[in-house]
């Protein structure tokens, strides 16, 4: 591994080493470029991960305080956790179920396809699906994205096989394994999927992607890499000329340190993003840096989400196996007939009884609940997940009545449904009952959001500077050797898993960071 | 009989009932908490079977019984499983106890909330009826103490392996090599679907 001096100024630090920042990381490291990778959580492995739902998370979920605001349920059921995402190396990439899914073409252009809704900010990407394709495919090839590259589909396991019962005799088209970023067959030195379960606490086969063994280590071994775990960032600073200069952060001994930089990219996911940037406000950017256009931290999406439970009067055992073990795509298509503009997925789910118990109903009690509970082992579940309408007034601030033990202020995350949101997640509500009453379902349940895991949005790229923070290569507009590398770019959400996307832009910015700095025009 | 201990970890009195290794309490240690809760595991059941004895007892360390005993009650109309032995409330009591322990506003609030239940109960609420005890948690449904108590019941009801396997729910599965060989696709009841949607499970 490399060992680069706090004082040298020529390498690129990245904050973050998840879907976006260890992507990134790797593919400058693979062109010769001189990395520092600073990551707030802890080193983990195949090995140390952990088969139990509550240990795990305590391992691996960010559980720095944050606050949240506004009238979606999260903020009443979860005040201190709106989000289910990761401190640790890898970030969520350890989390993720490994759904990968492309966008569609006019998820790319919805100010153009669904015109001026009402309390949203839609507006176009400055890029299209097209310039997206090439992309894309490198991030499928280099995640071994199933049913893509010739790979194989996963096996369906039983949670599977009631989704595909009662979807396709709902009339459903689109029902398969999905599109997995879970090794099928052993790939890329890493072994094939066991059927484990517990996806979201760390695949201890290592089958499913994540940049913690695939891209970091692969980023180890080109000697251009000092990553730097249980490294909390603080501040980024910048030069009399207005160009970002160094970051500042907290090692594990718990001293501060600066690192000096050339360009610096940010990839703490949709919330931390966006705060970094506000804490790291001086007398020449007041508001933040790169907050010209005041977009810095809004525009917060966490798609439109919700899961059906449903019980059987046989056996599931829904815990056997891949976690996201199948998807109905029929719904993701934007067909304002239903009711609502843009689209949603419907995809397989399973949680084990400690975290049924915290999230089947919150708050809920009494004998319905326990019914749930006794019936765990003849459910059958579903997660819905789909387009949320990006709104100005949705935003993450910094919260300066709180503060973390670094003494900074917390993330305020505030959320309002928007209309299109609550119809949405009504026909998906409808739909995913009635795939399981069509599998003979006896009883059927509306369970609400999770913590969100889709955090999306918080510096969205745009053609221009006054309505974004960043272009179409997550370069800021007001500062051009400041990045926005993770789901934070996003200008809308589409109805897809995010991951995929955050990697085929991640891989994007590598080439035109390589190329610019080529240039000396970095 | 020796009687399984109720260990200080919720998940640790799961595995002193599987592995026994918990030695048995003597008279000296029972006299130190100020509250004791005993009970039996009912014959034939899988818990038991786990259990190297079906006697359970828990030591209070801030707690009284009566207390203990109305938190236990507490919990059984919060979250009503009749299969599930009162070993497994008793893991709320001692979650609860240990709030207490190490926070004596939250020992106050506990108890003022078992004499509130027992208000709203008329009487004794761990002796009370059925229907009286449910009508009497409806009464404080919504107040902190009814807050703190069903919070804890998520975790010290649900996370530990008496009640994973009272519903059929085996806990980690690596160490047994995944269910690629072990039924993970061995539903019956419904038509397969075909291989494009899919495809048979590599083996190696």
């Given at each position: 591994m490399a060992k680069i001096a706090f004082d040298d100024d020529s390498a690129v630090v990245i904050i973050g080493s998840g879907a976006g920042g260890g992507t990134l990381a790797n593919e400058l490291c693979q062109k010769g470029i001189k990395v520092v990778v600073l990551e707030a959580g802890a080193m983990q492995s195949v090995a140390s991960f952990i088969n139990d739902e509550w240990k795990s998370f305590s391992q691996l979920a960010w559980l720095d305080a944050r606050t949240t605001s506004g009238n979606w349920r999260i903020a009443k059921d979860f005040p201190g956790l709106p989000a289910w995402i990761c401190k640790t190396v890898g970030g969520t990439t350890t989390h993720w179920a490994g759904a990968s899914l492309r966008f569609q073409e006019h998820e790319f252009k919805v100010r153009t396809h669904y015109g001026a809704i009402k309390g949203a900010n839609l507006m176009d990407w400055p890029l299209t699906l097209k310039d997206l394709e090439p992309w894309y495919d490198k991030a499928e090839d280099k995640m071994g994205?199933?049913?893509?590259?010739?790979i194989p589909g996963l096996p369906g396991n039983n949670n599977f096989k009631v989704m595909h019962a009662g979807a396709t005799k709902l009339?459903?088209?689109?029902?398969?394994?999905?599109?997995?970023?879970?090794?099928?067959r052993p790939r890329d030195g890493r072994g094939s999927c066991q059927?484990?379960?517990?996806c979201f606490q760390g695949c201890k086969s290592g089958a499913k992607w994540s940049t913690?063994?695939?891209?970091l280590p692969k980023a180890e071994a080109t000697g251009n890499l000092d990553l730097r775990p249980e490294s909390h960032v603080t501040r980024i600073e910048h030069n009399a000329a207005g160009k970002v200069s160094a970051v500042v952060y907290v090692d594990k001994a718990g001293q501060e340190q600066r690192q000096k930089a050339r360009i610096v990219c940010v990839a703490g996911n949709s919330i931390e993003t966006p705060r970094l940037l506000l804490m790291s406000a001086s007398d020449k950017f007041r508001d933040g840096l790169a907050n010209s256009s005041g977009q810095v931290g809004r525009n917060y999406m966490r798609h439109m989400t919700g899961s059906v439970y449903a019980a059987f009067k046989e056996p599931v055992q829904m815990f056997r196996g891949t976690t996201m073990a199948g998807v109905v795509g029929d719904e993701a298509r934007n067909n304002p007939k239903r009711g609502f503009v843009g689209g949603y997925e419907m995809e397989t789910l399973s949680l084990g009884v400690p975290f049924m118990a915290a999230f089947l109903d919150p708050g809920g009690w009494g004998e319905e609940f326990a019914w749930w509970m006794e019936h765990y082992s003849q459910l059958a579940g579903m997660w819905l997940v789909g387009e949320d309408m990006p709104r100005e007034t949705n935003r993450v601030t910094l919260n300066a009545k709180v503060k973390d033990k670094y003494g900074n202020p917390v993330p305020n995350v505030h959320f309002d449904d928007h209309a299109n949101d609550v119809a949405m997640r009504n026909h998906a509500y409808t739909q995913g009952e009635r795939v399981y009453q069509a599998a003979g379902a006896i009883r059927t349940f509306r369970t609400p959001p999770y913590p969100s895991t889709h955090n999306l949005g918080t510096c969205r790229m745009g053609a221009s500077a006054a309505d974004s923070v960043c272009n179409a290569y997550g370069q800021t507009h007001d500062i051009p050797n400041l990045f926005i590398s993770d789901?934070?770019?996003?200008?809308t959400g589409g109805a897809e898993n995010p991951t995929l996307t955050i990697v085929a832009l991640a891989i994007r910015q590598a080439d035109h960071i390589a190329t610019r700095m080529s240039q000396r025009a970095l | 009989m020796q009687a399984i201990r109720i260990a200080t970890a919720s998940r640790g009195a799961a595995s002193a009932a599987t592995t026994g290794h918990q030695a048995p309490l003597t008279r000296r240690e029972f006299l130190k908490g100020t509250g004791l809760l005993l009970g039996t595991l009912a014959i034939g059941t899988p818990i038991a079977a786990l259990a190297p004895s079906r006697a359970w007892a828990l030591e209070l360390k801030a707690l009284d019984t009566a207390t203990g005993d109305t938190l236990l009650k507490f919990g059984r109309v919060l979250y009503p499983h009749p299969n599930l032995p009162d070993a497994v409330y008793a893991l709320l009591v001692k979650d609860l106890d240990a709030m207490a322990a190490a926070d004596p506003k939250m020992a106050g609030q506990l108890r003022d909330g078992v004499a509130g239940l027992d208000r709203a109960a008329g009487g004794a609420f761990a002796k009370a009826k059925p229907a009286a005890q449910l009508a009497a948690v409806k009464a404080i449904e919504g107040k902190p103490f009814f807050a703190t108590v069903r919070g804890k019941c998520v975790t010290a009801?649900?996370?530990n392996e008496m009640t994973w396997t009272a519903f059929g729910y085996p806990g980690e599965s690596f160490s047994k090599g995944g269910y690629i060989r072990r039924g993970f696709q061995d539903l019956k009841w419904l038509p397969d679907p075909p291989e494009d949607a899919s495809p048979p499970p590599f083996l190696g």
């Open positions: 994205v199933t049913r893509t590259h010739g009339g459903y088209k689109e029902v398969h394994t999905g599109n997995m970023a879970i090794n099928s059927q484990i379960g517990f913690l063994y695939t891209e789901g934070s770019q996003f200008t | 009801l649900y996370d």
